[in-house]
């Protein structure tokens, strides 16, 4: 039996490099969820927090900027979800 040909067009997908330049770790800060104008800073236009290969963040960092910005929504810190 002959194989079927994959007739499905696939997306390139956009990779974007960003370097390993933790600014946590360099300047020995850590993340607050106090300090709302740098939370948004690892958010997108639409809320949703930004990876770790998007910012450039250490997976130490990352992961307590992430609660970080889950606490400050809860708090109404930040939005859920985008100002109309």
């Known amino acids: 039996m002959a194989k079927k040909k994959d007739t499905r067009k696939r997306r390139k997908q956009i990779e974007i ?8 770790c360099k300047g020995r800060l850590e993340p607050d969820y106090k ?3 740098t939370l948004a800073k690892y958010m997108n236009d639409r809320g949703k927090i930004l990876g770790k290969d998007r ?4 997976s130490k960092h990352q992961r307590r900027i992430s609660l970080s910005i889950k606490r400050a929504r809860h708090l109404a810190l ?3 979800t985008p100002e109309i």
């Not at 910012?55 to 250490?58: Q, V």
């Open 35 to 37: 300090e709302v104008d």
């Open 17 to 24: 490099v960003v370097p390993r330049n933790c600014p946590f």
């Open 78 to 80: 930040l939005f859920y």
């Open 55 to 58: 910012t450039g963040i250490c």
